[in-house]
C-alpha cells in the first residue's frame, strides 16, 4: 500500500473504463471479482486495469482486484498524488479528504500505482489509483509492518516483473461491527491481500491455479489515533503484525466470496496441517524470506 499526504485534483473521465478482467490468468480459471456473502450493498468501479468492490454504508472499498502484466510493466514517473472523489458515487458515500486531514492517517493505496502500470495505458491506470474509493485509512508508524507489507507488494510485483509472469491481486479492509467510527467512517483494523497467480500443472502444460493470503494488523495504532479507551503505548515494534494466512481465513473474515481462490492456496500444500487441522495456523512474517508462494 502505497502512503501519501497530498492534493486534491481535477477529476478524470472515467466513463469508459473497462475495469478488471475475470479471465486475464486464462489459460487458468476465470478469477471473478470478489462479492459479499452477507447481503452487504456493494458497487462495482471499473478504473484502468483493476476494479474496486465499494461498501457506500462504509465509504470504504470492500475489496480492490487488480490484474498485473508482469511482461508489460512501464515505470510510471511520479509527478504528484492527484486524489479525486470519483463522481459515480455520492460525496457522502466515499471518504475524502477530510477523513486525512490533519492526522497521523495517511491515504493508503488498496490497489498500488504499480501495479496497473503496464502496457499503453500505464500512464492512465497510475492515475487512476489515485481515486478515493482506492484509499483507505492508514497508519502513518508502522514500523517494520510497513516495510514488510510494502516488501510483500515489491516481492510479487519484482517477481512478475522477472518472469514476466501475469498476477490477480485482492486486497481490502477487513470490516468490523466494532470498527472505531473518526470522522464519520469507522476505521478497519486489519487489512488483507490474497495474490493469484499460475503454476505448472502436473503434466507440464495446463497451468493450475495458485493463491497466497496475507493479513496485516494495525490495531495498537488505529486505536492510538482515534483515542478509543483500549489504546495503550505502542512498543519500538507494535506494528510488526503481519501473517501470511489460509485464503479460507480471509474469506471468512471478510465473509466475501473468494470463488476459486480457495481451493487454490499453497499454505496448505506447503504448510501440511497437523492431524486434525484443516489448515495451519497463521505464520507471522519477518521478512519475504517467510513467504510460502
Partial sequence: MDHSVSRTDAVPDLSRRAGYDPHFL??????????????????????????????????????????????????????????FLDPRLGPDEQAGAQLYARNDFDRGHLVRRRDPGWGPEAARANADTFSYTNAAPQASRFNQAVDLWLGLEDHVLDHARQWGQRLVVVTGPVFAADDPEYRG?????????????????????????????????????????????????????GGFRTFQVPV????????????????ADRLPVLVPAAVGEPVPAWRPLAGVGDLLL
Fill in 26 to 83: 486464462a489459460p487458468g480459471p476465470p478469477v471473478p471479482l470478489p462479492v459479499p456473502r452477507d447481503g452487504a450493498e456493494v458497487v462495482v468501479l471499473p478504473y484502468t486495469h483493476f476494479s474496486v468492490v465499494h461498501r457506500p454504508d462504509r465509504r470504504l472499498a470492500a475489496a480492490t482486484v487488480v490484474a498485473v502484466d508482469g511482461a508489460a510493466l512501464v515505470d510510471v514517473p511520479r509527478s504528484g498524488d492527484a486524489w
Fill in 248 to 263: 479460507e481465513d480471509v474469506a471468512e473474515l471478510t465473509a466475501l466470496d473468494l470463488g476459486p481462490l480457495v481451493a
Fill in 185 to 237: 467512517v469507522r476505521i478497519p483494523r486489519r487489512f488483507y491481500k490474497v495474490a493469484a497467480y499460475l503454476l505448472p500443472g502436473p503434466d507440464g502444460t495446463v497451468p493450475v491455479l495458485a493463491s497466497a493470503g496475507f493479513v496485516l494488523d494495525q490495531t495498537p495504532l488505529v486505536e492510538q489515533i482515534v483515542g478509543t479507551p483500549e489504546a495503550q503505548d505502542v512498543p519500538e515494534l
